[in-house]
């Protein structure tokens, strides 16, 4: 950076020590270069503007132009608002403010002017718009014609004079100043072969935009600069990574692979199974420590590319352990491995937490003895007194049901740490994904086993009650198996817990004894009741299962053919299609059944019409993204990612996947940054690299 992009921010005319100190603590605009990247969210169109009685035609937000005609206190204790009254050529209509009420209100005296901005909402038959942005005319000036920007300013700054039009005003300072002082910093073949604009224009235009293409093109580039310096960090991380990092290399695929393959599979393994264990494969072979994510729809067939790729480890020496987030999943894939793998000479053995002390002694031993080649289990495995021979890959199932901390823990149970498979059925947006796990290697599968049927899925109120218990009785009457699901997302939510228990009698009333089976599993019970229960279901004993979601990851029991799922609102979305996913997994036409109370929130609309739509569960994962943000979906402990100026990564996913291209691009181009035109480009990742912890591991 120039000298003047980093002068202190108070010694811009019209700043100076005390209000410079609003805009550091406020807006962390510490110098005049931060300045610069303080972008405008959004463009106000001076040559347009709509009126109150178009309101119910239009969809997004509106513009108005008026003045307030009165207003009033309305409501006491938190139902307290402000209600102003606001007129133009056409009507009126009430603006409203929940919050900041003593601070508007002196603002909006009668027969002030004012420009209105925000999305009006239906009351009866009335509209209103709450929390509108305001932007005061001066009377008899004449409006500015053209795009002005929209800066993000809060009460603090407003009060310093920042608001949206003070922060313009500190941009008319600055940027004749900077002329010639901004370094270009993507090279000249990448603007080139994507058409961008100089990094100076931008800056200008993003500020000043003469039109609307100049202000698009402007967000573009800056746009992709931001998330190219994002993906070209990652990559360079994982280069670094994988150069520090030895691996066990494993020669060939060995004996128990072939024979397996060529024996005793039970069916044919999927294109997108084939593609991803070459994958897999090929890093294994490498002698490079393998940190791979596999992405696959619940259903997918996870469980047997694990399983292959076990035997891999297996046939060059090594033992391996698979980790599963509940007992009741672990037991699964330990019935189901054990099963697949009957017919060949390898030893299967399960560790959770209720296996009994004196098994436990003797698992210990053999492992240590390296007479145990798969052992499977739970949060168990990663007690220090687990110790192996010889660990050459542990698998971690269902990944985000565990911590980072919990994962780093099988990285000691060898000298080199095992090779690592992590296994989510929880798409992440790809964009996400590329962002997050941007120095991982990601592996898809992305076709499902044939002759699965799409799941049905559809919405019902209460009032169909009876007719939800109709169908299911006649599915059972086809012989097949109903899971109804209560949410209890803490187990000691009392309520949520009567919710369950007063369900399980309703069903076990309305489906009796002897005809009628009915099993319940939740978390209050104790381990082995609800191991009992489980296989009860598993086995066909029982027709339903009433369940919490303590069932919501990988249980496999594809006779099961309907899900109910109890006050659907309350769920999140991946959480209803990781539920969703218990059935649709046998060939039968599969229900599943969102059961929800008839007041809806948006976003519980959004996500139960979700539902009703699609089965693809990278649709849905884009969808949640867009509710609720990368944060949530990721968790905060990555958030430093989120610090992204002008990149959206719920909106941007085409510029995010362009970045990583170019990024890709350059450096097959000049791995080393040797060229003189990326001399710039180096220097400034290596600052950055140096900066930051490394945050995505995942391990
Ligand atoms: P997930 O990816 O959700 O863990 P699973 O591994 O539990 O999925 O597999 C779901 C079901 O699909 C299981 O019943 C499994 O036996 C079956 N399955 C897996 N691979 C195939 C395949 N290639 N062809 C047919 N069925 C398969
Ligand atoms: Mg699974």
Redesign the pocket.
């Known amino acids: 950076m120039s000298g003047l992009l980093t002068t202190p921010i108070e010694y811009l005319k019209g700043v100076g020590p005390k209000r410079g100190a609003v805009l550091r603590e406020e807006a962390g605009i510490q110098n005049f270069g931060d300045l610069l990247f303080y972008f405008p969210f959004r463009y106000i169109d001076r040559s347009k503007f709509h009126l109150i009685t178009q309101i119910p035609e239009i969809v997004g937000a509106v513009q108005l132009k008026g003045k307030i005609i009165g207003g009033k206190e309305v409501g006491s204790g938190r139902g307290k608002r402000f209600e102003a009254k606001f007129r133009d050529e056409s009507g009126t209509i009430d603006l409203v403010w929940f919050k900041g009420i003593k601070w508007i209100k002196p603002k909006l005296s009668v027969g002030t002017e004012i420009i209105v901005w925000g999305k009006a909402k239906q009351y009866g038959s009335k509209y209103n718009i709450s929390h509108p942005e305001l932007e005061f005319i001066t009377p008899n000036q004449p409006l500015e014609k053209g795009l002005q920007p929209v800066y993000h300013s809060g009460e603090k700054l407003q009060k310093a004079g920042f608001n949206s039009r003070g922060i313009e005003r500190l941009l008319k300072e600055l940027l004749p100043a900077i002329r010639n002082q901004i370094t270009e910093d993507l090279p000249d073949w990448i603007r080139n072969d994507l058409g961008l604009i100089g990094k100076e224009i931008a800056i200008n235009n993003i500020h000043q935009p003469p039109s609307h293409t100049a202000a698009k093109n402007a967000q573009f580039r800056l746009k992709f600069q931001e998330l190219f310096y994002l993906q070209l960090e990652l990559l360079v991380r994982k280069q670094i990574t994988q150069r520090k990092i030895k691996g066990f290399r494993f020669e060939g695929i060995g004996t128990p692979f072939s024979t397996f393959f060529d024996e005793h599979i ?5 294109g997108a ?1 084939k593609r991803v264990i070459r994958e897999i494969r090929k890093d294994l072979s490498s002698g490079v420590h393998m940190n791979r994510l596999l992405q ?11 399983l292959m790729v076990m035997l891999i480890a297996i046939g060059n020496g090594y033992q391996a352990c698979i980790m599963a987030p509940t007992a009741i999943l672990a037991n699964q894939h330990f019935i ?1 491995i054990s099963e697949m793998l009957s017919k060949m000479n390898i030893k299967v053995e399960l560790l959770i937490g209720a296996t009994k002390k004196s098994k436990r002694k003797i698992l210990h031993h053999q492992l240590e003895q390296g007479e145990i080649d798969i052992l499977v289990g739970t949060h168990a495995l990663l007690e220090d007194v687990v110790r192996y021979k010889n660990l050459g890959l542990a698998i971690i ?1 269902e990944q985000h049901r565990f911590g980072v901390a919990q994962r780093s823990k099988l990285w000691k149970k060898n000298l080199l740490p095992p090779h690592q498979l992590v ?1 989510t ?1 929880t798409p992440i947006p790809r964009t996400l994904a590329l962002t997050f796990y941007g120095d991982l290697d990601v592996s898809v ?1 992305d076709e499902l ?3 699965r049927k799409e799941i049905q899925t559809s919405h019902r109120y209460e009032s169909a009650r009876l007719k939800v218990f109709q169908f299911m009785e006649d599915e059972i009457k086809k012989g097949r198996q109903v899971y109804i699901v209560y949410p209890l997302i803490d187990e000691s939510e009392k309520l949520d817990y009567q919710n369950l228990m007063s369900g399980y009698e309703s069903i076990t009333r309305r489906f009796p004894l002897p005809n009628y089976k009915v099993s319940i599993v939740h978390g209050k019970m104790n381990p082995e009741d609800k191991e009992h229960e489980m296989q009860q279901f598993a086995q066909g004993k029982t027709q339903i299962m009433v369940a919490t979601t303590v069932i919501e990851v ?1 249980v ?1 029991v ?1 006779n099961a053919s309907v899900m109910i799922i109890e006050s659907a609102e309350k769920f999140g979305l991946s959480q209803l299609h990781q539920l969703r ?1 218990r059935v649709g ?2 060939g039968e036409q599969s229900f599943c059944i969102l059961m929800s109370s008839y007041k809806l929130g948006e976003n519980a609309k959004k996500r139960l019409e979700t539902m009703c739509e699609t089965n693809d569960g990278f649709k849905i994962s884009e969808v949640d993204l867009k509710l609720r943000g990368p944060g949530d979906i990721m968790g905060t402990q990555q958030s430093g990612l989120l610090n992204l100026k002008i990149s959206d990564l719920a909106k941007d996913a085409q510029i995010v996947q362009l970045a990583r291209e170019k990024a890709k691009d350059l450096l097959d181009k000049d791995i080393k940054f040797e060229l003189k035109e990326h001399a710039y480009l180096a220097k400034k990742l290596r600052s950055l690299i140096q900066s930051k912890p490394n945050w995505s591991r995942i391990s």
Request: proline share 13%; net charge negative; glycine share 22%.
């Open positions: 039970p069916f044919e393994l999927t199974q696959g729809d619940v259903g997918s067939g996870k469980t047997l590319v694990a189901s199932d296994m059925a599968i086993p044939p002759g990988g496999n594809p996913g997994r046998g």
